[in-house]
């Protein structure tokens, strides 16, 4: 699980504490489903089977009137890694505001990882 943080640069420690919010990010690294037909079956992490690792990531923009409104929460993201390491299919499964949702997905979707392995073959 991966965390995008919203922060105010306004200097006041209630400030930032009050318009704090995170974005967490689940990568489905629990489960690893091969891209081919002939090989539908679902693989577990461990042994010759890798998680996918966040290699290059974009913070989110903190919207100003989640910002202003003191907006603060996660927001839950699933999404499918291809063999480059690219996100695909960006959904958010339980938002938190319109203005965040959308922000995280834009953030997400430039983020590299090195994809999950089976066998070292991506």
Known sequence: MHSLQFSN???SRK?????????????????????TADQQ?????GGD??????IQKLEPQY?????????????????????????ENIQVTCGLNPDLDKNAIE????????PATKAATP
């Open 63 to 87: 919207s100003e009137k989640p910002k202003h409104d003191k907006i603060q929460g996660k927001v839950l993201v699933s999404l499918v890694i291809d063999a480059n390491g690219k996100p």
């Open 9 to 11: 640069s306004h200097p």
């Open 107 to 114: 953030a997400i979707s430039h983020w590299q990882f090195q």
């Open 49 to 54: 089977v890798t998680a996918p690792k966040v």
């Open 41 to 45: 079956k679902v693989y577990k992490i």
């Open 15 to 35: 400030h930032r504490f009050a318009t704090a919010s995170a974005i967490s990010v689940m990568a489905l690294g629990c489960l690893l489903i091969p891209a």
